[in-house]
Structure formats: C-alpha cells, structure tokens
C-alpha cells in the first residue's frame, strides 16, 4: 500500500495512462474509422488532431500548474482523458471521434505536469534518474496500449476504450485521495503577484532553452519518422508477419523501459548530463546507420537496438536539462513548451517519413534521421564545450 502511495508511482501511472490510450488509438482509430463510414484520411485527420491540441494546450497547462498547483492539473487532466476514453467506447460517429480527440488533446498536457511535478520533488542531480521514471511509464504505456487495443477489440471495438476509461477512473481516485501537492506555498503566494503569460512566453523565447525545445523537435521528428514506417518496412522489405514486427517494437519498448527506469538515474551519478547527451545522440546515429542498410532482419533489429538505447537515454536527459535552466517559476510552463515542440515532431516526422519511403526509397526515412541526429548532436556540442 505505501507503494502505491508514493508519489513516484502515482506520477508513473498518469503518464502511463496517457500513452496506453497513445498506443491503442495508433493502430485502432484508422480500423474503426473506416468501420464508421470515414476514409484514411480522415483517421490520420483524428491521429493528428490530438497532437495539434497537445502543441497549443500543452504550455498552458503546464503554466496553469506553476500558477495554481500541479494536483489540480493533473487531475483535470486525467478527467478529460476519461471523458475522451469513455465518449470514444461509446459513440459510432465520426463527429463525436473527433471531439473525443480533441477533448483528449487539449487536457492531455499531463506529461509537462508530470515533469514539473518530478522536478519539484527532486533535486538537480536525480532530476534525469525522476524523468527516466516518467519515460518508462511512457515507454510501457507505448508496449501494452498495442496488446491491450488488440485483445479487447475481439470484443468490440468499444471495449478497449471502456476499459481504458475505467483504469483512467482508477488512477483519479488515487490522485486525488493519495497525491500531495507538489508546489509550495512559497512559490505558489509568488505565482499570485508575478503570474503572467506574456513575460513567460517572451523570457522562454530569449533563452537558451530554445536550443533544447528545437532538439527535442528534431528528436521525435526522427523517432517517429522511423517507428510510422517499421510496419511497412517490416512487411514489404523484411518480410517479417505481423507478429515478428510486433516483437520488434516490444522489445524496443521493453529495453527502453528498463534503460528508463533503472539506467539513467544511475548514469549521472557517473557523468555529466550534458556528456550523456553527447554519447547518447551518437549512439542514436549508430542505429539509424544500421537501420538505412537493414535490408535482413538481424541488421535491421541491431539497428532498432542500438537506437532505443540511445533514445532512451537522450530525452529524459533534455527534460532534465530544461529543468535545471528554468526557474523554479517556471517548470511546468517550460516543460509544456518542451513537450509542445515533441509534439510538433511527431506531426512532421510521419508525413516526411511517408512522403520519403513512397518517394525516394524504404530505407530514406532511417538515413534522415541520421541527418537529424548530426543536427542534434552539432546543437549539443554547444552545451558540452
């Protein structure tokens, strides 16, 4: 019972909600899209869409926590992605999809809170291990959500987001009755009198921290680039089933997690953040060379390899890294600003990479973000020298 009290676990278990109905809605929506009348487009309009919301509502919720507490926040949240879960297990309309999205989109700003909430209970040399706690609850999230649609929809189609709608109301109940607030009073009597967004918003933009808003647009950019074709790739190059390419992303997953939960906090007890960094990025640009000549599975799966250890370590690293250049005033507004800029990267990265592997070749959208991890590591050197 003290376990599930902790408010570790609890912060693990909102985000791991959040990216279970991520990983069910990725590969469900486009089925029960075209099974309620809609068309392909239309279901990359309602994948989309959710992301779009995420890039304008994720800094101003994350603000709103520094301002009135991140509970409350996170709680608001958790009851959109309620509502968004249950309205999706109910509806046949493609109408009341979208609203669902949207609704889910705008309060789904609970990973910046999240975030904000580890760096107020941690301090700045166990601020990547706390954030690597949070990138496992996403990387579990990513690994189960897949399994979890999967299995329930031999039920219905409803039946996965029912679910999810009634774990979502479990994790409320918990919030509510066993979070403690994280802001303190201290900082919450300043918020009072200092409170603004237009100041926040112009400091953000002066900053260094910019630098690192880019990187990690250009770090979901590649990432989701690569993990939008894998399937097609697996099928029609590797000619894997449907069933050998899902081993390839649970074991992806499952890797991350580990390195997420148990590595990085012990990594920055041995080096600096900004040298991990470095390293990591290095290690990314190793597996996406293997993965742009994978042309047999084993290569392709060293590859895949390689990339989620660095990847694993590279983004708890740059949240970590955002939250020990902001002020205490401004954590989760800047954390949401990080988010709404990965946000942006998972909208870009999958056109490009659908644009480059219909276009130029299966392997092009692996060789890019290699293109793109240079750029992140030349932007990185600028914080290590």
């Known amino acids: 019972m003290k376990f599930i009290k902790s408010p570790k676990f609890l912060i693990f278990l909102v985000v791991f909600i959040n990216f279970l109905g991520y990983g069910?809605?990725?590969?469900?929506?486009?089925?029960?899209?075209?099974?309620?009348?809609?068309?392909?487009?239309?279901?990359?309009?309602?994948?989309?869409?959710?992301?779009?919301?995420?890039?304008?509502?994720?800094?101003?919720?994350?603000?709103?926590?520094?301002?009135?507490?991140?509970?409350?926040?996170?709680?608001?949240?958790?009851?959109?992605?309620?509502?968004?879960?249950?309205?999706?297990?109910?509806?046949?309309?493609?109408?009341?999809?979208?609203?669902?999205r949207i609704i889910d989109g705008i309060s789904g700003g609970n990973l910046s809170i999240a975030q904000a909430y580890i760096a107020d209970i941690t301090d700045k040399k166990d601020r990547a291990g706390g954030m690597g706690v949070i990138g496992a609850g996403i990387s579990l999230g990513f690994i189960i959500g897949p399994l979890w649609g999967g299995l329930l929809s031999k039920v219905s189609f409803s039946a996965p987001f029912l679910g999810a709608s009634l774990i979502t109301l479990t994790s409320i109940l918990l919030a509510q009755f066993f979070l403690s607030e994280s802001l303190s009073q201290k900082e919450a009597e300043y918020e009072k009198k200092h409170f603004n967004f237009g100041i926040f918003i112009k400091d953000s933009l002066k900053s260094d921290l910019y630098l690192l808003y880019l990187v990690y647009l250009l770090l979901f950019w590649a990432q989701s680039g690569v993990f939008t074709i894998m399937s097609l790739f697996g099928e029609q190059v590797l000619k894997l089933s449907l069933i050998g390419i899902s081993v390839v992303f649970a074991f992806g997953g499952i890797l991350s997690a580990l390195i997420q939960g148990f590595g990085i906090g012990k990594a920055v007890k041995y080096m600096k953040e900004e040298k991990i960094y470095l390293i990591s990025t290095v290690i990314c640009i190793a597996g996406l060379g293997f993965m742009s000549v994978g042309s047999t599975v084993l290569l392709f799966f060293i590859g895949v390899?390689?990339?989620?250890?660095?990847?694993?370590?590279?983004?708890?690293?740059?949240?970590?890294?955002?939250?020990?250049?902001?002020?205490?005033?401004?954590?989760?507004?800047?954390?949401?600003?990080?988010?709404?800029?990965?946000?942006?990267?998972?909208?870009?990265?999958?056109?490009?990479?659908?644009?480059?592997?219909?276009?130029?070749s299966p392997f092009s959208p692996a060789l890019s973000g290699v293109v793109l991890m240079i750029a992140i590591l030349i932007i990185g050197l600028k914080f290590y020298l």
């Open 305 to 360: 390899s390689i990339f989620m250890i660095g990847n694993s370590f590279l983004g708890p690293i740059i949240q970590a890294l955002v939250s020990e250049k902001s002020s205490e005033h401004e954590q989760g507004g800047n954390l949401g600003f990080l988010q709404s800029f990965g946000s942006m990267g998972r909208i870009f990265g999958p056109i490009a990479s659908g644009y480059l592997y219909q276009q130029v």
């Open 24 to 100: 069910m809605v990725f590969p469900l929506l486009p089925i029960i899209t075209l099974e309620y009348g809609g068309s392909p487009l239309l279901s990359g309009i309602l994948i989309g869409i959710f992301s779009l919301m995420q890039v304008i509502f994720m800094p101003i919720l994350g603000r709103l926590s520094d301002r009135y507490g991140r509970k409350p926040l996170l709680i608001f949240s958790l009851w959109g992605t309620f509502f968004s879960f249950l309205l999706m297990g109910l509806t046949h309309s493609i109408f009341w999809l979208m609203i669902a």
